[in-house]
Nanobody
Framework: QVQLVESGGGVVQPGASLRLSCAMSRPSFAISSLSWYRQRPGKQREVVATIASAGFTSYADSLEARFKISRDIADNILYLQMNNLRPEDTGVYYC?????????????WGQGTRVTVSS
């Protein structure tokens, strides 16, 4: 079992920045990838960004210009830097770890951190 704890959410004005953190317990299996998801009001949960074990990153359309995913391997923390936030970025942000195929349970989620962008 992998424990994931997100933090860093809050209420900000449009144009502000936030950095979300996801502290992870060290898994017993190798990590395939780490991701940030979000669930905006009235919408399904959607992927925001992913970083693979080799370091490759991918982003949802239109977010790469404003968001950046990164990972501190030594401290086992996943980050999401969010700049120029917009009201439509409001939602609950979750981190997810995908373990390699040898793990009995591959997906692990955090409890989420809420981001509200409002003037």
């Amino acid at each position: 079992q992998v424990q994931l704890v997100e933090s860093g959410g809050g209420v900000v004005q449009p144009g502000a920045s936030l950095r979300l953190s996801c502290a992870m317990s060290r898994p017993s299996f190798a990590i395939s990838s780490l991701s940030w998801y979000r669930q905006r009001p009235g919408k399904q949960r959607e992927v925001v960004a992913t970083i693979a074990s080799a370091g490759f990153t991918s982003y949802a359309d239109s977010l790469e210009a404003r968001f950046k995913i990164s990972r501190d391997i030594a401290d086992n923390i996943l980050y999401l830097q969010m700049n120029n936030l917009r009201p439509e970025d409001t939602g609950v942000y979750y981190c997810k770890v995908l373990l390699d195929s040898s793990a009995p349970l591959r997906e692990h989620w955090g409890q989420g951190t809420r981001v509200t962008v409002s003037s």
